[in-house]
């Protein structure tokens, strides 16, 4: 496959560019043999955490530090996220290999850490019209991703030194407590069915699931592809909210991301990933692989889909609240509204009428 396909960075953008000198005497002071002329490029499709290409001599190392004007400490601690990392890359190769964390605020003004790039491909609403996505490489691909959260659920996060990552014990609760007030906290316009979807979710929380490591945000643009096949997982980002928890509550969350080709018109208009592609998974088919895979009872997984919609709805909420502060002013944010109004408005159809 063309190397045209291959995830690139760009110009970083206005109001989030890096303090080169500081950065530079920091890099110089760790990796002595690479000396030369420093260079920083952004990646510029996530909405979170962001994350840099940065060059120095013959060195590449990726940079991820938390999002400029957030107050969500507890989404954005990059010491938390390099632990998790630095504990599962070994049991787990598809998460990134980090080199180095530093909670010096005198280089970037805030934490950040380092890591080895990994290179390939990352699909987003619509493949490149030169791939070969045909019906058989949907298939493949989506049961290959479907799998990769499976295998993850898997891990015994104990052994691998994770098992004081969270307290499973209450999750489900704590997490509707805390999404609903995050929502409150950044409430920018009133969206009638907030409060109601709130309190359905009180209402109607299930017997948890065993508890697993779980990603939080196992969506298509975190997910790495092996340029020379398209169908072969090579990495998973994006692991700043992993925790231990109801594994179910994850599949929830990606399903909220996963609009089928049946799925209603102002859905399809919020479509993040070429999940309608002739060949790909329904929601449902996603669950029955999974179930068989892991053996877990899905019956409740209706909840678990509203609760995902309404989590990803505040999500967006967060990040819109940002730019009507006029703490970041990435353009892509003005339109954000009309996608929380779709996703909690998705939420509470999942609740009331029981399907996914």
Not at 90 to 115: H, T
Not at 121 to 140: Q, T, Y
Not at 247 to 276: E, F, H, N
Request: charged share 25%; net charge neutral.
């Amino acid at each position: 496959m063309s190397n045209a396909f291959l995830d690139r960075p760009a110009r970083v953008r206005t109001g989030e560019e890096l303090p080169a000198a500081p950065l530079e005497s920091f890099l110089l002071n760790h990796f002595p043999g690479a000396a030369g002329p420093l260079s920083i490029q952004q990646f510029p499709s996530g909405h979170s955490n962001l994350t840099y290409l940065v060059r120095f001599g013959g060195r590449e190392v990726v940079l991820r530090r938390p999002p400029f004007g957030s107050k969500v400490k507890s989404a954005h601690d990059m010491g938390r996220e390099y632990r998790v990392l630095s504990k599962l890359h070994s049991a787990y190769p598809e998460a990134p290999r980090v080199l180095l964390f530093c909670d010096d605020v005198s280089i970037l003004d805030v934490p950040f850490y380092l890591m080895e790039p990994i290179r390939g491909v990352i699909l987003r609403k619509d493949p490149p019209a030169e791939l070969n996505f045909s019906p058989e490489v949907a298939r493949r691909l989506n049961e290959a991703f479907v799998d990769h959260l499976a295998l993850l659920h898997a891990l015994d996060y104990s052994a691998i030194g994770l098992g004081d990552l969270g307290k499973p014990q209450g999750y489900l609760a704590r997490q509707v407590g805390g999404w609903t007030e995050r929502y409150h906290a950044s409430r920018t316009h009133d969206y009638i069915e907030a409060d109601r979807i709130a309190a359905w979710l009180v209402d109607h929380l299930p017997a948890e699931s065993r508890a697993a490591l779980i990603h939080n945000d196992y969506k298509y643009d975190n997910m790495v592809l092996d340029p020379a096949e398209i169908t072969r997982i090579i990495g998973i980002l994006d692991w700043e909210m992993c925790t231990i928890g109801d594994p179910l509550s994850d599949l929830g969350t990606t399903l909220a991301y996963w609009v089928d080709a049946r799925d209603a018109d102002d859905l399809q208009a919020v479509r993040w990933c070429p999940s309608t592609y002739s060949g790909s998974l329904t929601r449902a088919q996603m669950v029955e692989r999974y179930a068989r895979s892991t053996r877990r009872d899905v019956a409740n997984m209706p909840f678990y889909l509203a609760f995902g919609r309404f989590k990803v709805a505040v999500i967006l909420q967060q990040i819109y609240y940002r730019y009507a502060q006029g703490l970041t002013k990435d353009s892509r944010f003005a339109a954000l509204p009309a996608k929380v109004g779709t996703m909690l408005r998705a939420s509470l159809q999942a609740a009331e009428t029981g399907t996914i």
